[in-house]
């Protein structure tokens, strides 16, 4: 268990290290708190959380542009995520046009905000 618990996302159940069930948590810092820290903003459309409402990504279902989708989300990994760099592409699907395939390359950033 962490001093400072930061909970997996997807939340997650554990077995308790004293029987019974618990929240999973991640180590602050590590390689799966940044991760889930990217999900969240991923699956968080600005406007969901009351409590952040800025916080997320816009929402990109009406949004027919794949250069404006890869710009969208690249800006908001950037803004809400500074340990990492990414790399995203957006296309139409050849098989559906009414579909966009989203790939997102995600690595931690050094102290320098270059990728090691």
Do not use: K, Y
Not at 63 to 72: G, H, S, W
Not at 91 to 97: G, K, N, T, V
């Amino acid at each position: 268990m962490t001093d400072f618990p930061h909970f997996a996302l997807p939340f997650q159940w554990a077995m308790a290290d004293g029987g019974g069930i618990a929240a999973l948590e991640v180590e602050q810092e590590s390689i799966d708190e940044i991760g889930s820290c990217v999900e969240a903003i991923v699956r968080t459309v600005v406007g969901q959380r009351t409590t952040l409402p800025d916080f997320g990504r816009p929402e990109f279902e009406f949004n027919e542009d794949p250069e404006v989708v890869r710009a969208q989300l690249s800006q908001a990994l950037t803004e809400f995520e500074p340990r990492v760099e990414s790399i995203i592409d957006a296309a139409q699907d050849p098989q559906d046009e009414t579909v966009q395939i989203i790939r997102a390359l995600v690595s931690p950033a050094d102290d320098e905000g270059d990728t090691g």
